[in-house]
């Protein structure tokens, strides 16, 4: 069937089946790959999207569910966002496989979000590299908060 | 400014925080078809049949009878067939590989296969297939035990752990002009290599091997991905055309490798003072189906099995078997976790049996210069042992704590442990490992095989040659992995990627900085063209080893390491909460802080995993619950503060004063928390230490 459906920004069309993965609609329709498969069944969040702002897996979404939404993935963030230098910066991306799940996740947060929020913003979304920590460190100096003095690498 | 010592920007570029870094299943190919594995469905037995019950127009179909010229996976030993001829050994064993473009057709067609099983066995203990003995002998335990004041017995046992890497398995093999190319999520490219000239023989010699962005190894990528990358091949090779095989997170679980699973006996000789007078030590590691990479782990485990303790009198026994799960493989400590759990706890339990305080136990016979470890290898100022475990005491305020504690629900545990960095004993020295420098018009490019799988290989080299060539940071490059361009610079394990490979560079780099005589890399290469430097580690000439003996110096040096994990139990509900750990660990000197603290935090979450969370459920050989939804690791809400204090005490053979680190921080959590869950009632001798557990578990007085 066709889809219509706001993808980063620009209104897209497309023909998929209805219950087709939204994850493998925007990885094999929409050439969008930075959207990771870690686990398919909505327990890792690499494949973690916004869909009208909130926070979604795409491997268990199936695409008509996002007919007349607004979906944003990685790549609608471009390439120059402060929380993607920070993630670098802070080494809150190690492999990088989770990085852009987490950093959609982390992009739902609230204006001021106490340490936490964050950790509660994060909780479905699975890092094996880091012990968040640094994950952390990176989302809260985007918010120009402090972190507690032990977080804050020497 | 000095590159060394201080937090870069990392050579990965942004790409991997704005989706551009391309992992395997990220790659196409024209042409390309999807590659999918048949695999047994009993732990045991051998096949009768194999039917296809479908028109298989279309399919690429290959078996056994395609293996070109040997049907071995080349480890250690040439066991584990890359498909399954009659014998089933395990479950999820590769028997016939498919492939067709359409993804959703090629899972959707049956394959039957028919078996005469056999009588598979699980239990480690109960198999009489020993492939892999080790001993390792000094002075004469047996008479220090008889004569000893107090003996101390205790069994300790750990379970399979499963490395979870987020991206699972998958590589892409090409048919390209003359041979072939492997695009894939692998760690050691070169062993790849080695295992498909044995696959292929003489037939096909153009292979390389590209690593693509890897999302996460931990030693699980070591191994595997030499079996996935034959099959991938294969198919290629008889359809022509480019073929892809990724697992989802099931198949991934269900059919690759995991830490073994150990059973560690000790028996220990103490005097009444608090001095450890004999150490026998029995290391049971269950190996799997297959031998892999089991021998080489069970000589990690038992060198590390006595822990960084002095003692004149030591017999580590060690054995790894066969059974019928899966093989088990390299995981980031490679052995030790499993035995340095068990003389850890098992140290808590000496002291409780003296009345004694187990800092002041360890503070009394841990390793310190001059001392000589269980292979007999005296230790140089290059140890740390007491240094970290008094910085970790003071800055936990450890002995105010447990005090403080006392019939609360809250504790404090400490694990006082170390790891040897490269390759045990003449490992080095037979790996000849090699790295090259290249010049380049504006600069230089490191060629090496050793792989970023997250843990921050590029930037690392990279400022190791800037500092060493005294060129700006920006002018190195490095290349990607391509087997067929790099040098082999050995294995991407063994926590030996800084301080041997990043010695290599260095010494690349003296060389080049001699060699362009004053000029600068681009006003050398304008004038007299290109430059290339290669160079082989020698391990430090001081090293001695006698295999067949198990005598020695094990390891050119050791990281040192002390957790403090404070736990708090939930009454109710036998949960147990970490609260904060704080991990002091010496690795000689980091090179990028950032990184190296990254490497102690997520290793030390990985350890909290393995001490609470981390449960393999094995039926009929397999395991049960191979998904994230039931086999849980550490999330957000799970992994505590983790306190790092890095300390520096250069080594004068690495890199700029560096050791290995990958590895140390894996070690310590689950001993501590485990000490910290003794204080609080509960005589736990395994993990994880699950809420099941501990409500079955005995008590303490």
Known sequence: ?154 | MSAVGNSVARKDGIGKATGAARYADDITFPGMLHGRTIRSTIPCGRIRSVRLDFDTTGFTVVDHRDVPARNAVDLIAQDQPFLVEQEIRHMAEPILLLAHENRERLYAVPVEVEYDEGEPLFDPEKSQQVFKTIDIVKGDTSSALADAELVVEGTYRTGHQEHVYIEPNGVIAVPEDGGIAIYGSVQCPFYVIKALRCLLGDAHPNVRVIQTETGGGFGGKEEYPSMIAGHAVMLALKSGRPVKIIYDRAEDMVATTKRHPAIVRHRTGVTRAGRIVAMDVDVLMDGGAYVTLSPTVLSRGCIHAAGPYRCDNVHIHGRTVFTNTPPNGAFRGFGAPQTEFAVEVHIDRIAEALGMDAVELRRRNALRPGDTTATGQTLRDDCSALMVLEEAVRRTDFDRKREEYKGSNRSVGLSLFYHGAGFTGAGERNLKSKARLELTAGGVRIAVGSTEIGQGTRTMHAQIVTDALGIPYEDVEVAQPDTSRVADSGPTVASRTCMVVGKILEECAHEMRDRLGGLSPAEYHSRHGPLTVERMYEPPDWIEWDDALYRGDAYATYGWGCDVAEVELDPDTFEVRPIRLTAVQEFGRPIHPALARGQIEGGTAQGLGYALLERVVMHNGAMANGQLTNYTIPTTLDTPEIDVVMMENPYPGGPFGAKGLGELPMDGPAPAVVNALRQLGFDVREIPATPELLSAGSRLG
């Open chain 1, 1 to 154: 069937m066709t889809l219509r459906f706001v993808l980063n920004g620009a209104k897209t069309e497309l023909d998929a089946h209805p219950m087709a993965r939204l994850l493998d609609v925007l990885r094999e329709e929409c050439a969008l790959t930075g959207s990771k498969e870690g686990c398919g069944e909505g327990e890792c969040g690499a494949c973690t999207v916004l869909v009208n702002g909130e926070p979604v897996c795409s491997c268990i979404i199936p695409v008509a569910h996002v007919e007349g939404a607004a979906v944003l993935t990685i790549e609608g963030l471009g390439g120059d966002h402060p929380l993607q230098h920070h993630f670098m910066n802070e080494v809150g991306a190690q492999c990088g496989i989770c990085t852009p799940g987490m950093i959609m996740a982390a992009m739902a947060l609230g204006p001021a979000p106490t340490l936490e929020d964050v950790k509660t913003a994060l909780a479905g979304n699975l890092c094996r590299c880091t012990g968040y920590a640094a994950i952390y460190r990176a989302v809260m100096k985007w918010r120009g908060l402090e972190a507690p003095p032990s977080m804050v690498a020497e």
